[in-house]
């Protein structure tokens, strides 16, 4: 333990928490990454809650400032995702200059803040109108127009400028964000502008969370708990789901309404970061509670890991066993972007479930979806007769395949059988619980220290996702019928089992360790 930078009087700890810092950091850090998540997909939630109560005596209703479209609710994805797209790369830059634990307490402030304050921003609707009408750059003819201009005239390029300059000032030329138009529906009734902002903030938050995992993995993980480190740290999608969901969906029924749900989750994200700025550490070395024993164990047969070594972007840009992982990697983010930020639409809307209901029907999949990530993590480090390699390729070939499938059967489920829809639901989770012994291990054991850049590019593939999702739901379900959700699911089916390919092609050219690594 040469250089050591810790009092070695620690070596004597007893108790039921010596040697067990790694565990504590690891769910330390699964809950902060999930607390993020959960505030970017709150507001996917309360959607169904937030609008003007439909009045069968009355169905010429106006429409209330939150009645939002599809239309503008794929806006504002599309305005997180540029937030995430935009700050991958920075946050990459400042992880390898300073570490995970002032960036990463910084990035969950900016989500906590930012989901503390959606709700009075939601309310802004007049000086938003006014900054949307002053920064528009002309005038169009019509509601078309601006949507063409909004999908293909390049605004968003204008936007994530603004939002990268945003990232390094702050809380600079707040007004300058993402010229969104308010071309989709009456004044009275256009979201906020400030709301946007907001989306963008979060969205820029999100962007910190894959490199977080990738230096949690490969500084606190020994090799032997790869597969649980990599199953707990990605499982936040699930876990956001799961408490999101059913709190959000009670919380709005309440008498606090809509607007506590995201209180409360401002809350309980600012605590957490706090906790994690007080306990983390980049290195085990410079953990006080840090022990000889634990640490021997982090480091058996890792070799020598430098904590700010450069990284080989270009060999690892161009190795094709990273990019059969992002292949693999964009079927399984497109089947989780859209569970999670269309599942309590579909279910509502298409199967007609109540909104407690479509709460707890979008979290029991997820929940299942992480205990099978859990269950494969342990497995695929367990079991010890088949190779890394064979064993990537078999989880890989259930996650995408069978999900593929029931992808395929779940748009042509009737409405009446609703139940059986909830049941393919139930298994696509399932099944893509096994994604965990397969690309995500094959990165962090492939790139091993550089492993935080290669989880970053699964980042900004699901910014892709992002886009993608949203688009999908804006072109094709126009009058939200079944037929036009079918055609959805069939696009998903068919991704997720043209991955399988990728995982073949990572199973031919599989080697321990890549060439670009420097092992010492």
Not at 152 to 170: D, E, L, N, P
């Amino acid at each position: 333990m040469n250089g050591r930078q810790i009092a070695t009087n620690n070596t004597q700890q007893t108790g039921c928490l010596s040697a067990r810092v790694r565990y504590i950091i690891l769910f330390l850090g699964s809950a902060c990454i999930s607390s993020i998540a959960s505030n970017m997909v709150v507001l996917n939630f309360t959607y169904i809650c937030m609008g003007t109560k439909p009045n069968m005596s009355d169905p010429d209703v106006e429409l209330g400032p939150y009645d939002y479209t599809e239309k503008t609710k794929s806006y504002f994805n599309w305005a997180m995702a540029v937030g995430t797209l935009v700050a991958a790369w920075p946050f990459h830059w400042f992880y390898q200059k300073y570490g995970a634990r002032y960036v990463f307490f910084l990035a969950g402030m900016i989500s906590t803040i930012a989901t503390g304050a959606l709700p009075l921003c939601a309310d802004l609707g007049f000086w938003a109108m006014i900054a949307t009408r002053f920064f528009q750059v002309r005038k169009y003819k019509n509601f078309r127009e601006i949507e063409r201009q909004l999908l293909f005239g390049g605004k968003f390029r204008h936007g994530g400028v603004c939002v990268y300059a945003s990232f390094y000032t702050i809380s600079f030329k707040f007004h300058s964000r993402l010229s969104l138009t308010t071309g989709l529906r009456p004044p009275s009734v256009t979201p906020s502008f400030s709301s946007r902002q907001i989306e963008i903030f979060q969205g820029v938050s999100f962007g910190a969370d894959f490199a977080a995992i990738g230096l949690i993995v490969v500084h606190w993980a020994s090799l032997k708990q790869h597969g649980l480190f990599i199953s707990l740290l990605s499982s936040f999608s699930q876990i956001s789901v799961i408490f999101t969901m059913p709190v959000a969906g009670h919380l709005c029924e309440s008498s606090f309404g809509w607007r506590s749900a995201f209180y409360v989750h401002a809350v309980i994200s600012g605590t957490l970061f706090c906790v994690w700025f007080y306990y983390y550490r980049n290195t085990p070395l410079k953990h006080p509670n840090m022990t000889d024993i634990e640490l021997e164990k982090i480091h058996r047969d890792k070799g020598s890991v430098k904590e700010k070594e450069p990284v080989p972007v270009k060999a690892i840009m161009t190795n094709p066993v990273m990019w059969a992982v992002w292949i693999s990697a964009f079927g399984e983010l497109m089947m989780s972007q859209f569970i999670v930020l269309y599942g309590p639409t579909y279910l509502k809307e298409i199967l007609d479930y109540p909104v407690t209901h479509a709460g707890y029907f979008v979290a029991i999949p997820r929940a299942l979806h992480l205990v099978f990530k859990i269950v494969s993590g342990l497995c695929s480090d367990r079991i010890k007769f088949l190779s890394e390699k064979v064993k990537m390729c078999i989880f890989n070939t259930i996650a995408l395949t069978i999900s593929g499938i029931f992808f395929l059967i779940l748009g042509y489920i009737p409405k009446e059988h609703k139940y059986y829809a909830l049941a393919a639901i139930l298994t696509i989770e399932c099944s893509t619980g096994f994604i965990c012994g397969g690309f995500y291990k094959c990165a962090t054991l492939v790139a091993r220290q550089h492993s935080h850049f290669v989880l970053s590019q699964i980042q900004f593939i699901k910014c892709v996702s992002l886009f993608i999702e949203p688009l999908l739901v804006f072109l094709i379900c126009t009058q939200g019928t079944l037929a036009e959700w079918r055609i959805v699911f069939i696009i998903h089916g068919v991704l997720l089992i043209g991955r399988i390919f990728a995982a073949k092609f990572i199973a031919f050219v599989f080697h321990t360790h890549a060439h670009f690594l420097r092992r010492e």
